[in-house]
């Protein structure tokens, strides 16, 4: 392969950056510019990427052979205005993933939510097996530290397909799944009819030898000639489904049913009941390539999770944390249910950060219900990603809307002393924005506070 020169521009997001890990493992040189330098873009530096963290072309170096960028960048962005200038190759996240992957067996796990911890998930059982896998993966594993699993010797390729800005429809999978379609990115779909039509399209892209894997109850009819699946969590009208699950000694034991068998206690250690649905979405998916029922089981039970989904900060005599990457009403309510279910006598705080002006404005009220669940609600200001302000729209939109009195607006700031009255049991951090930074400063907070 020759080896050739690449540039980000938005390096540090998520996606991008397994990218750019998987070329730079191939000995490519890359190159990146972000906005901020993160935990992320120092590990990126640190196996030998060079990142600039000011919008200066003077740096761009030369002989660039692709220049890639992530649909977050704004416009008036004057690296990217340069390279455009100058003619330099170009191409968005999506298209360049594609077009890495295209040799591969790429299996696409979609949906609006669940995505990154299934992803994860079904990396860790396949990398787990003989099988093996490269990954694309929308969040950082606890297993491995990493957002990219690389294995030169696999024909499997997992990716995260996002259907934000029909980035999934690139793809042409050879086993595609989807997790929910809940109406979200309005900004781009305009309603949840066009949303459910794009995924439409995405699984009827799946390839004529391939599998589609279809929660069960998605109104999603895929073409005939493509063998599909069902699962669910416990829809007994579902090929694949969990029964009997119970918790025991902090890990959740379920029986899978499947079309051939029956599999008993399986044993998962990562929390969350909404966690075991995902956990048969990749079963399924891992059963149908070939692993065994012995690697399943020794894979599942060593799952360490993904930062920031249920994410466990400190666990001590009178105080538990979690931190979670909730940004959506659907999965905010799934995170509070299995927090319940988990510790059914504690009393709850949450601190929720909303993600996007429109995405506040578009589920105000659902947002509120969502958080209701909650026993005490502290909310901080929106963070506005690629947004500008939207007038009247502010995290107290949600607040105004909350019919409970355990209800809080603070800045950053303020929140210190707001929990050190509030005295939380369980705490969980809800968002997609910077909230994450607040995370270690909490933590102490709380290990200072017992």
């Known amino acids: 392969m ?20 998987y070329l730079n493992n191939n000995g490519h040189k890359v190159y990146g510019y972000d906005r901020t330098r993160t935990q992320l873009s120092i590990q990126l530096e640190e196996e030998g990427m060079q ?27 004057q690296i990217l205005k340069t390279i455009k200038e100058r003619n ?37 059982l396949l990398h787990s097996s003989k099988i093996g896998c490269s990954a694309f993966l929308g969040g950082i594993t606890n297993n491995y530290s990493t957002n990219m699993l690389y294995n030169a010797n696999s024909d499997y390729v997992i990716v995260e397909a996002d259907e934000y800005d029909r980035s999934f429809l690139q793809l042409t999978p050879y086993v595609s799944a989807i997790t ?27 390839k004529q030898e391939g599998r589609i894997f279809l929660k069960k109850g998605l109104s999603i009819e895929p073409k005939d000639s493509i063998k599909t699946h069902t699962y669910s969590l ?30 008993y206690d399986m044993q998962m250690t990562y929390p969350g009941i909404h966690n075991i649905e995902n956990a048969i979405l990749a079963l399924s998916i891992a059963i149908n390539l070939g692993v065994s029922e012995y690697e399943l089981r020794a894979s599942l039970k060593t799952f360490k999770g993904m930062k920031r989904r249920f994410d466990l900060q400190l666990k001590t005599q009178d105080t538990i944390y979690y931190d979670d990457y909730a940004h959506h009403p659907e999965e905010i309510e799934a995170t509070i249910t299995s927090l319940k279910h988990l510790h059914p006598n504690k009393r709850i705080c949450g601190i929720f950060q909303p993600h996007l002006y429109s995405r506040t404005r578009d589920f105000a009220d659902e947002f509120a219900r969502a958080l209701e669940h909650l026993d005490d609600i502290i909310l901080i200001p929106i963070y506005p990603a ?19 009195m355990d209800k809080y607006h603070v800045t950053k700031e303020q929140l210190f002393p707001l929990l050190s009255a509030l005295q939380p049991q369980l705490l969980v951090t809800l968002g997609a924005g910077d909230i994450d930074q607040l995370v270690e400063p909490i933590t102490q907070f709380l290990k200072d506070n017992e």
């Open 88 to 124: 330099i190759k170009l191409e968005k996240r999506a298209i360049a993933l594609s077009e890495i992957i295209k040799e591969k067996k790429v299996i696409a796990i979609s949906g609006t939510h669940g995505k990154t911890t299934t992803s994860g998930l079904l990396a860790h």
């Open 2 to 21: 020759d080896k050739k020169t690449y540039y980000f521009v938005g390096i540090g997001g998520i996606g991008m950056s397994a990218i750019a890990r």
């Open 180 to 206: 929910s379609i809940s109406a979200d990115h309005l900004d781009i779909y305009e309603n949840k009819e066009n949303l459910e039509q794009a995924f439409a399209q995405f699984a009827n892209q799946t």
């Open 51 to 77: 990142i600039i963290y000011e919008d200066n072309p003077n740096h761009l170096p030369e002989n660039i052979d692709l220049a890639i960028y992530t649909p977050a960048i704004p416009v008036d962005n």
């Open 234 to 263: 416990t829809d007994i009208e579902s090929e694949y489904y969990a029964w009997n699950i119970r918790v025991s000694k902090e890990s959740y034991y379920f029986d899978y049913h499947t079309p051939e068998k029956v599999y």
């Open 386 to 404: 690629r947004e500008e302000p939207i007038v009247g729209i502010t995290s107290k939109t949600i607040l105004h809307k909350i019919n409970k």
